[in-house]
C-alpha cells in the first residue's frame, strides 16, 4: 500500500484522518494555522515526520494568511505562526526540525531582497521538497535497514511507523515493508499500542493491505513471547533522538528495550536524522508530551474506568541507549557509541 497521508491541495493541507481509521478512510481538509495546531494536537495526523510535513504546510498556510506586503513584515508573522504550530505537540523534535526549515529559507530570501510574494511561493516549493525528501529518506532507510531482518524473522513492532507516520512508506514498518517486497518469509507481531492503539488501528491496516504476515497482540504479551523464543528483532520508531542516543518513542518502547536485552534479542530504533536532537545530551531533556485523561479511561466512546477516576498519561517514553542495538538513519545505522555515531550520521546529512 503506498498513499501519502499529508499533501497540498489548492491553498490547504489535506490529510487522511487518521482517528478514524481502520473502521472509515476520510480526508480532512485544514485551511488556517490553528486549524493546522488543531489536526496535529488532535492526531488527525501522528508520527514524527507526519507530523513535521504538516507542520511545514502551515508555514505556507501562515504565509499565504499574511497580508504583509513588505518581506521582512511576512517573516515577523511567520515567526509567530513557527511559535503556535511548535506549540502542538513537545515530543517530536521534527515539528520545530520543519517549521525551522521553513522560517530559515523565508529569512535568506528576504536578506537578498525577495518580495514576499517570490517568499510566499518559495515556502511552497521547501514544504512541497520536505515531503517529497521524505518519502526518499524513507526508502534509503528501508533499504539500509532490511539487512538486518534475516529470512524467517518474527519482528516485534511498536505503535505505528509506517506510510501513516510518514508522508509515504514508512520508518521501521518500512524496513518490514521492504524486507516483504525483497521476497523474505518475514512475520510481525504488531504491538496494540494503548492507548491510541496505533498498533491495532493503524499498523494491523497497513500490513493487512500490503498482505504482510502479522498477529495483532495485546502490549502486555511481548515479554512472554519474546522468552518463548518467538521473537527474532523489535524495531520502533523515535520522536527523538538525544546526542548519545536515548531515544523518546511511543510509551511502552522501554519496556520492549528492557525485555529484549533480558532475552538476548537485538532492539532497533528507526528514524530519519531530523529526528535526531544533538542539542539535547540525553534523554532526560526530552519534553513528554501528557495527553488527556479520556485516552485510558475510554475506548472509543465506551467508558471502562470510573468517572473522575484519576489518570496519569504519558504519550513517550525514553528508552536509555544502553538498551539499543543500534539506530538505523537514511545515512546508516548507527552503533554505540551513539554521540560519534550520530554526529557523524546528521552531519553526512547536511553534506548530502
Ligand atoms: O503519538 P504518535 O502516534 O504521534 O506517536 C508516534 C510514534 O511514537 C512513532 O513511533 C514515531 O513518531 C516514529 S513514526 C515514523
Request: hydrophobic residues 35%; negative net charge; aromatic residues 6%.
Given at each position: 500500500m503506498s498513499n501519502r497521508t499529508v499533501w497540498w491541495d489548492a491553498g490547504k493541507v489535506a490529510m487522511i484522518d487518521q482517528r478514524l481509521l481502520p473502521l472509515d478512510y476520510r480526508i480532512a481538509v485544514f485551511g488556517t494555522v490553528a486549524e493546522v495546531v488543531f489536526a496535529i494536537r488532535d492526531m488527525v495526523v501522528r508520527g514524527a515526520p507526519a507530523i513535521g510535513a504538516t507542520a511545514a504546510y502551515g508555514m505556507v498556510i501562515a504565509g499565504q494568511a499574511s497580508t504583509a506586503e513588505d518581506a521582512g513584515d511576512l517573516v515577523q508573522d511567520l515567526r509567530r505562526a513557527k511559535v503556535e504550530l511548535d506549540a502542538a505537540r513537545p515530543t517530536a523534535v521534527n515539528l520545530v526540525w520543519a517549521t525551522a526549515r521553513l522560517?530559515?529559507?523565508?529569512e535568506r530570501l528576504a536578506q537578498t531582497g525577495a518580495t514576499a510574494d517570490v517568499i510566499r511561493a518559495a515556502l511552497l516549493a521547501e514544504a512541497g521538497q520536505l515531503a517529497d525528501e521524505d518519502v526518499a529518506v524513507n526508502r534509503r532507510i528501508a533499504h539500509i535497514g532490511a539487512e538486518i531482518i534475516p529470512d524467517h524473522a518474527h519482528i516485534l513492532h511498536h505503535c505505528n511507523t509506517g506510510s501513516l507516520a510518514t508522508v509515504d512508506?514508512?520508518?521501521a514498518l518500512g524496513i518490514v515493508r521492504a524486507s516483504h517486497e525483497a521476497g523474505k518469509d518475514i512475520h510481525v507481531w504488531v504491538?496494540?499500542?494503548?492507548?491510541?492503539l496505533q498498533g491495532a488501528r493503524l499498523t494491523a491496516w497497513e500490513l493487512m493491505a500490503d498482505g504482510i504476515p502479522m498477529h495483532l497482540i495485546a502490549d502486555n504479551a511481548a515479554g512472554l513471547l519474546m522468552?518463548?523464543?518467538?521473537?527474532?528483532?523489535v524495531l520502533f520508531g523515535a520522536d527523538r533522538v538525544a546526542a548519545n542516543g536515548d531515544v523518546a518513542n511511543k510509551i511502552g518502547s522501554y519496556k520492549l528495550a528492557v525485555l529484549a536485552r533480558e532475552n538476548g534479542i537485538p532492539c532497533y530504533s528507526v528514524a530519519p536524522t531530523s529526528t535526531i536532537d544533538l542539542d539535547l545530551p540525553d534523554g532526560d531533556a526530552i519534553p513528554?508530551?501528557?495527553?488527556?485523561?479520556?485516552?485510558?479511561?475510554?475506548?472509543?466512546?465506551?467508558?471502562?474506568?470510573?468517572?473522575?477516576?484519576?489518570?496519569?498519561?504519558?504519550?513517550?517514553?525514553?528508552?536509555?541507549?544502553?538498551y539499543l542495538t543500534g539506530i538505523i538513519t537514511e545515512q546508516g545505522i548507527c552503533y554505540p557509541p551513539f554521540t560519534t555515531s550520530l554526529r557523524r550520521a546528521v552531519h553526512a546529512a547536511a553534506r548530502a
Open positions: 522560517l530559515d529559507a523565508a512508506y514508512g520508518t504491538d496494540e499500542t494503548r492507548p491510541r522468552r518463548q523464543g518467538k521473537v527474532d528483532v513528554i508530551e501528557e495527553r488527556g485523561p479520556e485516552e485510558v479511561t475510554m475506548v472509543g466512546d465506551v467508558r471502562i474506568a470510573p468517572v473522575n477516576v484519576p489518570v496519569y498519561n504519558p504519550a513517550f517514553d525514553v528508552t536509555p541507549h544502553r
